[in-house]
């Protein structure tokens, strides 16, 4: 995976500083790490957002702040519950020869083969958390789904990862089932019903 740089300029914290960051188009975030004390950052909205478009969520950055460079992830970040922008973000320091935790994108192949049987497939995971050297983190991990049939399952363990990269996840947890469109209704209304109750 190739490093990509990213500069971020150090930040005040506070709800003002925040607001008038983002008024000259920066996000609030912070950078912390092992061994190293957090540092509040701003980095442009625009930069960060074509970088993850192009690259993945997981691409490891050159951040550079004030002259200094520092490879980090991007690790978390938060939106707003209405608009869905992005109002925050965590970088992690890493270091080349230690693994770290990554959430990696699913990308399903084979779904279209699966709907022209009149079939549904029901999804309960779209990514799979994994731990790897910072290099070896995958951009997405392909799932085949083609030759599933009605009532197929695919779980964690039955996801295939490049070499260097191990499963996070709990092994017997369901990525995603094959139903027929009526039993995916009934399960619809369930889940509804049971929220409903729960209220």
């Known amino acids: 995976m190739q490093n990509v740089e990213?500069?971020?300029?150090?930040?005040?914290?506070?709800?003002?500083?925040?607001?008038?960051?983002?008024?000259?188009?920066?996000?609030?975030?912070?950078?912390?790490?092992?061994?190293m004390e957090s540092i509040p950052l701003a980095v442009e909205t625009g930069k960060l957002r074509t970088i993850v478009q192009?690259?993945?969520?997981?691409?490891?950055?050159?951040?550079?702040?004030n002259g200094a460079t520092h490879q980090a992830i991007l690790k978390d970040e938060q939106k707003d519950e209405l608009t869905g922008k992005l109002i925050h973000i965590d970088f992690q320091r890493v270091s080349m020869n230690e693994k770290v935790e990554a959430a990696v994108p699913l990308k399903f192949e084979g779904v279209g083969v699966i709907?022209?049987?009149?079939?549904?497939?029901q999804h309960q995971k779209w990514e799979l958390n994994v731990e790897a050297l910072p290099t070896d983190i995958p951009e997405e991990i392909v799932v085949d789904v083609s030759n599933l049939d009605i009532g197929d399952t695919i779980?964690?363990?039955?996801?295939?990862?490049?070499?260097?990269?191990?499963?996070?996840?709990?092994?017997?947890?369901?990525?995603?089932t094959v139903v027929a469109p009526k039993n995916a209704?009934?399960?619809a209304e369930e889940s509804t019903e049971a929220a409903s109750e729960g209220e």
């Open 6 to 35: 990213l500069e971020a300029v150090l930040r005040t914290p506070g709800k003002n500083a925040a607001r008038k960051l983002k008024e000259k188009g920066y996000i609030p975030a912070i950078l912390y790490g092992k061994g």
């Open 54 to 65: 192009k690259h993945g969520r997981n691409v490891l950055l050159n951040l550079i702040v």
């Open 115 to 121: 709907e022209s049987k009149g079939l549904l497939v």
């Open 155 to 176: 779980l964690v363990k039955d996801v295939v990862v490049p070499e260097g990269v191990e499963k996070v996840d709990d092994s017997d947890e369901v990525i995603l």
């Open 185 to 187: 209704d009934v399960a």
